[in-house]
T-cell receptor, first 114, second 110 residues
Framework: DTGVSQDPRHKITKRGQNVTFRCDPI?????LYWYRQTLGQGPEFLTY????????KSRLLSDRFSAERPKGSFSTLEIQRTEQGDSAMYLC????????????FGQGTRLTVV | QQPVQSPQAVILREGEDAVINCSSS?????VHWYRQKHGEAPVFLMI?????EQKGHDKISASFNEKKQQSSLYLTASQLSYSGTYFC???????????FGPGTSLSVIP
């Protein structure tokens, strides 16, 4: 297993367009997180899943953001009608839920909205 | 609910020691420590569960004071490779999400 992979690594889009990112977690990991990170800040929690169930979505997240994890494997994060303020690095992480283990991060998808 | 980290930034010469603090206003179940180098993903360093344990590997160790809702990361005899931004992440329960602090930028110079 090569770890958490995210696709694409970079995305440039025009304001108002929809974008979708994909995350493939480590295969046996049942928990998956999405975070957003801007320059000089810590990862900001967006949402997380345990298997296919979405456990929580940040109250700061607008309705333009939606995430899915069908069949409890890969996950997608969609942003509709992108705004310039959505420009950030979107990080995915996965972990096991078994006595608390570390989360492994993917390399992230850098989104630039122009 | 975001944990607070201090200091914001620190510059060290090789061989010097540093302490990075993380505190929360809420009771904590666990504290995670990560290091992120510029342009890379955060990398896990260690996790501490409530019980006031201390952990460490190599010259990096951490403590967790459950009663004070604080954790500290200790870097001794710093090396150039220690440079990066250090984040603490906290969980309120074993089934909670991890919330990260704003980070502490550490620069080690020769």
């Amino acid at each position: 297993d090569t770890g958490v992979s995210q696709d694409p690594r970079h995305k440039i889009t025009k304001r108002g367009q929809n974008v979708t990112f994909r995350c493939d977690p480590i295969s046996e990991h049942n928990r998956l997180y999405w975070y957003r990170q801007t320059l000089g800040q810590g990862p900001e929690f967006l949402t997380y899943f345990q298997n296919e169930a979405q456990l929580e979505k940040s109250r700061l997240l607008s309705d333009r953001f939606s995430a899915e994890r069908p069949k409890g494997s890969f996950s997608t994060l969609e942003i509709q009608r992108t705004e310039q303020g959505d420009s950030a690095m979107y990080l995915c992480a996965s972990s096991l839920v078994r006595g608390n283990t570390e989360a492994f991060f993917g390399q992230g998808t850098r989104l630039t909205v122009v | 609910q975001q944990p607070v980290q201090s200091p914001q930034a620190v510059i060290l010469r090789e061989g010097e020691d540093a302490v990075i603090n993380c505190s929360s206003s809420k009771a904590l179940y666990s504290v995670h420590w990560y290091r992120q180098k510029h342009g890379e993903a955060p990398v896990f360093l260690m996790i501490l569960l409530k019980g006031g344990e201390q952990k460490g590997h190599d010259k990096i160790s951490a403590s967790f004071n459950e009663k004070k809702q604080q954790s500290s990361l200790y870097l001794t005899a710093s090396q150039l490779s220690y440079s990066g931004t250090y984040f603490c992440g906290t969980e309120m329960s074993s089934y909670d999400k991890v919330i990260f602090g704003p980070g502490t930028s550490l620069s080690v110079i020769p």
